[in-house]
């Protein structure tokens, strides 16, 4: 393919001398290309053929056994001053970090094959879209990348002549975590990646692009760029509405994107405008409209299912690449809960024998598909829309066995962007680290914000003073547990009518209980009909114990106090005022025999 634009070409022909590779490939997007890097893959064993019959168009990638999640520890943002990256990122000096991986991308290339390709996030023709171009040594990155993003035509005609474009440079380099880094430049716009062919680490446009980078941009130009899903809820009245929700890692955005309404809510429709990014931006009306900047899904596969989400079942049978899964006898993939039993014997996600006897998974908890968002059959007829869709509701969501009730609604923005400020997660295997440990993670931004998290909040509040009808903000928490540890909440299809009540409130209708943390519904308001759940279960659900709540607002005082000055007065008013909400409600007896935590 003949591309044209000299600033691309400037760069490239800078990358080869650096990185010397054996030949350059220009990627055009076509089916020919990829049937010819496919065929490539199953030559070198960097992808295994799925039972074509059964499963046409999808593969088997295996990733080193070390390297199955984001490294966050090896993740930098390199802004001229430390601050500006904030205590939320690892820094590196610009100039070290050049360095420091040059040196490592020297020679890098050498007997391998540079592909260069130029995608689009966003929708052609929207002002919202952002032009990258990434180079990589990886054929399973570009194979990626063509289903994540509009790679070719799109991003070319969207950038025409100008130089306006990320720059990611990409190399699986030696594969080693001693030798992985993902810097990136927020003042260059551009990312450096390299020991890492695993998703958030190696498809540059996803999480370094969509959220780092354009975080940091979406700051200097009056937007934002966040974590979230979008969904769209059509009411059986047949009027629609948007709502977004950030939930950190593999706490249920996908989940939530292809809800299935449950068969006790006749009526209701769901459609999926994304699935893990949004870009966010006012519109002349005075709301605030969402784009969807990728073209497909990365997702978590193991707990899909028809009964969990059948629209990912429908849309992983074909075109699809799974990494990390185990392989059946008969050339169909198996993870830990699929519709179908164990099989008796299976090879696990490193190629080993594998019998449900087997004290390891079959599946890595992080293993993930690729598939594109036009085999999803409820894509929303929005998803194209280069204006986006208007937000009624956001919802911050995360994994909390204690304290946090199912759902609760802040009392304006400035309320909601706090409650965004101090949600806080179990942790979750798409990160490496130890899984289930509580930490703080701001709007589910934690690994993801490109700047200092105390300009960040004091941008969302600018963000919505520009808002004549911002949209109503809440948090959600599928996760609290009983006594014996199970989940109190069905979740999954059920959390429409969480859904539900948050449209109702956010039209200023539904009934609620105003509560120190904000307004939790009222007796009877959530639409529990054909459900099981216990009154006794929802009680606990939707439970503020005050002495919880003590222990939390002092540590997110901390936890502000180590931003120092750069926390805008209005994160610090609210905290101020839960605190007295709280001791206002707070009897002695609350506090008796308390262990501390949280
Ligand atoms: P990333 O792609 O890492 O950003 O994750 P995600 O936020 O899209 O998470 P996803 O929807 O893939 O869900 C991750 C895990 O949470 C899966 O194992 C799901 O089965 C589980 N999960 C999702 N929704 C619910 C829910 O409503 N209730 C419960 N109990 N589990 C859920
Ligand atoms: C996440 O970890 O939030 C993901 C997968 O969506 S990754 O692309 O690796 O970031
Ligand atoms: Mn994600």
């Known amino acids: 393919m003949a591309v044209e634009n ?11 001398t650096l990185c010397t590779p054996d030949q350059i490939v220009w990627c055009d997007g076509s089916e020919a290309e990829r049937d010819r890097l496919t065929k490539e893959c199953l030559a070198t064993g960097e992808l295994i053929e799925l039972n ?51 040196a490592l991308y020297q020679g890098c290339m050498k007997g391998r094959t540079l592909y260069v390709v130029p995608f689009l996030m966003g929708p052609p023709g929207s002002r919202f879209s952002k032009v990258g171009v990434e ?10 990348m063509r289903i994540m993003t509009r790679v070719g035509k799109p991003a070319l005609d969207h950038l025409g ?10 190399s699986l380099g030696d594969l080693s975590p001693d030798r992985r880094f993902i810097c990136h430049f927020p003042e260059d716009n551009t990312v450096w990646s390299i020991g890492s062919g695993y998703g958030g680490n190696a498809l540059l446009g996803k999480k370094c692009l969509a959220l780092r980078l354009a975080s940091y941009l979406g700051k200097k130009e009056g937007w934002l760029a966040e974590h979230m899903l979008i969904l769209g809820v059509q009411n059986p009245q047949g009027e629609t509405r948007y709502v977004t929700g950030a939930f950190p890692s ?24 994304g699935d893990d990014i949004a870009w966010l931006r006012p519109g002349e009306d005075g709301r605030l409209y969402a784009i969807n900047p990728e073209a497909g899904f990365f997702g978590v596969v193991p707990g899909t299912s028809k009964k969990t989400n059948a629209n990912a079942t429908a ?23 699929h519709d179908d039993p164990a099989p008796a014997t299976a090879l696990d996600w490193q190629g080993r024998p594998w019998t449900p006897a087997s004290s390891e998974k079959a599946a890595h908890p992080n293993s993930r598909f690729t598939t594109p968002a036009s085999q999803c059959s409820c894509i929303s007829p929005e998803f194209e829309n280069p204006n986006g869709v208007p937000i009624s509701a956001m919802l911050f969501g995360a994994r909390r066995q204690r304290v946090v009730p199912l759902v609760y609604q802040s009392r304006s923005w400035q309320h909601g962007v706090f409650l965004g400020a101090t949600l806080s997660s179990e942790t979750t295997a798409a990160a490496t680290g130890k899984v289930g440990v509580l930490r703080r993670d701001p709007m589910a931004m934690l690994p993801f914000c490109g700047y200092n998290f105390g300009d960040y909040w004091a941008h969302w509040l600018e963000v919505g003073a520009k ?21 109190l909440w069905p979740g999954f299809g059920d959390n429409l009518r969480v859904i539900k009540w948050v449209l109702e409130r956010a039209e200023g209708k539904g009934e609620a209980r105003e509560t120190p943390i904000g307004f939790v519904p009222a007796t009877n308001a959530l639409d529990l009909r054909g459900s099981d759940l216990s009154g006794e279960s929802l009680d606990k659900l939707l439970a503020v114990d005050p002495a919880d709540w003590t222990e939390a607002v002092q540590s997110q005082g901390e936890f502000f106090d180590s931003f120092g000055g750069r926390i805008p007065k209005g994160i610090r008013d609210e905290h101020e005022r839960l605190a007295q909400a709280i001791q206002t409600e ?7 025999g308390r262990d501390a935590g949280n």
């Open 6 to 16: 000299a600033a691309i070409r400037a760069w490239v022909k800078e990358i080869e």
């Open 586 to 592: 707070i009897t002695p007896d609350d506090m008796r």
């Open 52 to 102: 074509q019959q059964k499963m046409p168009g999808c593969y088997l990638h295996r990733s080193a056994a070390h390297d199955v999640a984001r490294t966050e520890h090896l993740t930098f943002v390199c802004t001229p001053e430390k601050l500006d990256a904030g205590p939320n990122n690892n820094w590196m000096a610009p100039a070290d970090a050049r360095a420091k991986l040059s």
């Open 315 to 337: 849309m992983i049978q074909s075109n699809t690449i799974f990494t990390n899964v185990a392989l059946r006898p008969d050339g169909t993939p198996w993870w830990e809960g």
């Open 467 to 487: 808002l004549k009808h911002p949209p109503a903000i809440f948090r959600t928490n599928w996760f609290r547990t009983n006594d014996a540890g199970k989940f």
């Open 250 to 273: 593999a706490c249920g955005k996908t989940n939530l994107a292809m809800l299935q309404p449950p068969a006790s809510m006749p009526g209701w429709k769901t459609f999926t405008v």
């Open 161 to 170: 002549a100008s130089g306006d474009f990320t720059r990611c440079l990409h």
């Open 135 to 144: 180079i990589t040594d990886s054929k399973y990155v570009v194979l990626n």
